[in-house]
């Protein structure tokens, strides 16, 4: 067992003596190695010292590129884009709310016209902008209304949010679509998604009854009738409320 030597301390004999020259000797060993591998150490860092501050220089530059990427090239894009949006969302409001000549509205919100980009174009001019993810919405229901429904299904599958509304009303959307295919299974698993997503009092009873609906004409009546049931107990003052009774007594006589 090693002994410590204390200032001054003189070996008792030649045995002590021995044995702390040996102490002695492998802690001076130990030093001469750790001096070793520094020089070592030293003499790499200085042979490859333009390879070391290159790549120090690549992650510089990389973080730097990225910041002006951010700010000349992204932020730039996401305010154009985002004004680009103002033509053809005025046309897919027109069209919304007009009587008549709804078809031609919603082209001129998905081509546009005079010079200025419609939905189709900002989604491809301007892709992986926020204004392009929103116009992906627009353009999908802009198709839907036009009865357009494999269009309206793509556009409408590439459009996400996690927003109350715009999020249940692109799934419900894709739901009408696959619907009037005439693929009530897949309509159904799009309703469930958008009264999964939200339970705000404007879409969830407005796809508890479609999704009722679409459960009866598969005959899966039990769950058409939980369903019709949720919005009497859960949405009462909604209008999907008003017949909902007359629903539930169909399930259950199918029952």
């Not at 989604?123 to 392009?132: C, F, L, P, V």
């Amino acid at each position: 067992m090693a002994t410590y030597k204390k200032r001054g301390f003189k070996p008792k004999d030649k045995v002590e003596e021995q044995e702390f020259t040996e102490q002695d000797s492998a802690t001076a060993e130990v030093f001469s190695t750790l001096d070793e591998s520094a020089s070592k150490t030293e003499a790499w860092v200085a042979s490859n010292q333009n390879y070391i501050l290159g790549i120090i220089g690549v992650i510089a530059v990389g973080v730097l590129g990225y910041l002006a990427y951010a700010q000349f090239v992204e932020k730039p894009k996401e305010a154009n884009a985002a004004n680009e949006m103002y033509y053809p969302q005025q046309y897919f409001d027109q069209a919304l709310n007009s009587p008549t000549a709804k078809d031609s509205l919603y082209n001129l919100a998905l081509n546009g016209a005079e010079g200025k980009y419609g939905f189709l174009d900002i989604i491809e001019e301007y892709n992986g902008t926020k204004a392009a993810n929103l116009a992906n919405y627009s353009a999908g229901m802009a198709f839907l209304n036009m009865q357009k429904y494999q269009e309206a299904i793509s556009h409408l599958e590439n459009f996400s949010s996690e927003d109350d509304i715009l999020g249940a009303l692109a799934k419900g959307g894709l739901g009408d679509a696959f619907m009037q295919l005439g693929q009530p299974e897949d309509a159904l698993g799009y309703y469930d998604k958008a009264i999964a997503h939200s339970s705000n009092n404007y879409t969830a009873p407005k796809f508890l009854y479609k999704a009722g609906v679409t459960a009866l004409e598969l005959n899966q009546n039990d769950k058409a009738l939980s369903y019709f049931q949720k919005i009497k107990e859960e949405y009462s003052s909604s209008d999907e409320a008003r017949t909902v009774d007359a629903f539930i007594g169909m399930a259950k006589t199918s029952n």
